[in-house]
């Protein structure tokens, strides 16, 4: 099949709802496609590049990779091997990855390639168990969301380049001590992890720069490693009144090293949510350009260029 020559011009994809789908044809030579999403395909089992890839150099310009729902789906051979017989990542440039609900998804070889990377409820995928040598290979930021997740983080001991680490929703009672791998990491997110205690070894991240924490009750002060992160500038506690209070008469001890400690407003921005979700459509349809929603207490704040508001 010469996809190329019919669809030369192609740049988005979505596969949805395809119960009978158990391959997917050479998708990677399409010259110009930058997004692929690929929900609830019941009956898929494997990506592999014997599919998508076809032998030759794949998916050049692809940015997005999206799977969804796909509870059958087991493995993802995320490279394959190229013209020369060397073998090549199956996404060279991705720059923004989702895998959601896919809960039986294992990777092969390696992690892949991405600028982000979000994981909802695909819990194979954090406990990867392959040996791979491309650790050091650029991967900045990753979200975690997963609900009574207990398994191993050993995916972390693959991303020693990450630079920033969102987990949320957590039901473990201590971070992953793999965690300690990563050397790189200057952004730390803790949202509501309701059993969470923040380990000794914090002091270990000696690159953080901004560690937010929202929730997270279990969380009362700070281990005392907190000292060590010279680099810390900003902490930042919202919905944790006594670890706020500990952080208050700990200002000129403890935390004397960090130029900003705040526990007031926190800003989202609501233009990630239909993107996440992959719910599809703009919210330039809507009638908005940029839409950024400041909570104070219970009160909000729409910002000025919010033509519309979603709420």
């Known amino acids: 099949m010469n996809i190329p020559h019919y669809l030369p011009n192609l740049v988005s994809i979505v596969f949805w709802v395809l119960p009978s789908c158990t391959s997917l044809p050479p998708l990677g030579q399409l010259p110009n496609l930058k997004d692929l999403y690929l929900g609830n395909l019941e009956s898929l089992t494997k990506i592999s590049g014997d599919d998508l890839c076809a032998d030759k150099r794949a998916f050049p310009l692809m940015s997005r990779l999206t799977l969804s729902g796909m509870s059958s789906l087991q493995e993802w051979n995320t490279t394959y091997c190229g013209e020369d017989g060397r073998e090549e990542f199956m996404f060279p440039l991705l720059h923004d990855l989702v895998i959601q609900n896919c809960p039986r998804l294992r990777l092969k070889p390696c992690p892949p390639l991405f600028h ?19 650790s050091a290979a650029p991967r900045t930021s990753l979200v975690v969301s997963s609900l009574g997740y207990r398994g191993s983080w050993s995916l972390l001991s693959h991303l020693s380049t990450l630079e920033e680490l969102d987990i949320k929703y957590l039901t473990v009672s201590s971070l992953p001590e793999c965690m300690r791998q990563l050397v790189s990491l200057r952004l730390l997110v803790l949202f509501y992890c309701e059993n969470i205690m923040l380990p000794v070894w914090l ?11 929202k929730g997270c009750l279990t969380i009362k002060s700070m281990p005392s490693s907190i000292q060590q992160l010279t680099k810390l500038q900003l902490l930042h506690i919202r919905s944790n009144a006594e670890l706020k209070k500990w952080c208050q008469s700990q200002r000129k001890w403890k935390l004397a090293h960090i130029k900003d400690i705040k526990s007031g407003s926190m800003v989202i921005a609501l233009v990630l949510y239909k993107r996440d979700y992959g719910c599809g459509g703009t919210l330039q349809r809507a009638g908005i350009r940029l839409c950024v929603v400041t909570w104070r207490g219970n009160s909000v704040e729409t910002g000025a260029n919010c033509r519309k508001t979603l709420l």
């Open 203 to 213: 002091g270990d991240l000696k690159s953080l720069q901004s560690l937010h924490i």
């Open 116 to 134: 982000r990377w979000r994981i909802f409820h695909s819990d194979e995928v954090l406990n990867f168990r392959e040996e791979c040598d491309r």
